[in-house]
C-alpha cells in the first residue's frame, strides 16, 4: 500500500513569512511523529500525536512551532514568523500504534532565504 | 538524559572488508535501540532492532548493557551498503533519539 506522504517536497520561504507542512500518514496508523533532520543537528524529534492528542511536545523549539493532527489522520506543522536556523528537511513518520516500527516519509525540504 | 553517540561522521572502507559502525548511548533504564538507514534519493528506514536479534543485509548488532553500545558490523562490505546509518534509542514506546548518523562510503 502507500507508504507516508509529506507535501510539499520543497519549500523555499523568505524569513518572517508563515509556512505549513503536511503529513498523511499510513492509513490506519494511530502514532504519528515529527522530526527535524538538520546540517550539524543530525535528526531531532519535534512532536508526536496519539490519535489526534499530542502527548509529547518536548522537541518543538520555540513557541512559533505548532503542529496539529484532524481525523486521527493527517497532520500539519505549521512554522510561524520563519527564521534562517529552520532551515532543515522536516520527517514525518507513522506506525500502527506507539511501540511498533516507525515508517517515515520523503519530507520536506524547508530553505529560508 | 537520553544521548546517542556516533563518533564517526564518516567512515570509508574497501568492499569486501569488514565495516563497524560505532554507538554508544546513554539511558538509565532499559533502552530499545535501533538502527535506520538512508540510501541515497531514499527514505530513512529501519535496518534492526535489538530486540528481534537478527542478521539484514548481513549488518548485526549486539547491545552491550555494560559497555553502553549498540555497533554495527558486518563482516564483508558490499558497495550496496554505502549509505547514512543512524543509531537511535527508544524509551517508552514513544519518540526515538537518533545519533548523528555515520555516513559510510565503500569503495570499490
Known amino acids: 500500500g502507500a507508504g507516508v506522504s509529506q507535501s510539499p517536497s520543497n519549500k523555499v520561504t523568505e524569513k518572517g513569512k508563515d509556512v505549513e507542512l503536511r503529513c498523511d500518514p499510513i492509513?490506519?496508523?494511530?502514532?504519528l511523529y515529527w522530526y527535524r533532520q538538520s546540517l550539524g543537528q543530525g535528526l531531532e524529534f519535534l512532536i508526536y500525536?496519539?490519535?489526534?492528542?499530542?502527548?509529547?511536545k518536548s522537541g518543538l523549539p520555540s513557541d512559533r512551532f505548532s503542529a496539529e493532527r484532524t481525523g486521527g489522520s493527517v497532520s500539519t506543522l505549521t512554522i510561524q514568523r520563519t527564521q534562517q536556523e529552520d532551515s532543515a528537511v522536516y520527517l514525518c513518520?507513522?506506525?500502527?500504534?506507539?511501540?511498533?516500527?516507525?515508517?517515515f516519509g520523503p519530507g520536506t525540504r524547508l530553505t529560508v532565504l | 538524559a537520553q544521548r546517542v553517540t556516533q563518533p564517526e561522521k564518516l567512515l570509508s572502507v574497501f568492499k569486501g572488508a569488514p565495516v563497524e559502525l560505532k554507538c554508544n548511548y546513554s539511558?538509565?533504564?532499559?533502552?530499545?535501540l535501533f538502527w535506520y538507514v538512508q540510501y541515497s534519493r531514499q527514505r530513512l528506514q529501519l535496518l534492526l532492532r535489538?530486540?528481534s536479534r537478527e542478521s539484514i543485509k548481513g549488518f548485526t548488532a549486539d547491545l552491550n548493557k555494560g559497555e553502553t553500545s549498540f555497533h554495527l558490523k558486518k563482516p564483508f562490505a558490499q558497495e550496496e551498503d554505502s549509505a547514512m546509518y543512524y543509531c537511535?534509542?527508544?524509551?517508552?514506546?514513544?519518540?526515538?533519539?537518533f545519533g548523528q548518523g555515520t555516513r559510510l562510503t565503500i569503495n570499490p
Open positions: 539511558y538509565s533504564g532499559s533502552p530499545e
Open positions: 537511535a534509542l527508544r524509551r517508552r514506546a514513544q519518540k526515538l533519539v
Open positions: 535489538h530486540i
Open positions: 513518520a507513522s506506525s500502527p500504534v506507539t511501540g511498533d516500527e516507525q515508517f
Open positions: 492509513s490506519g496508523h494511530t502514532a
Open positions: 500525536f496519539q490519535g489526534n492528542s499530542a502527548p509529547d
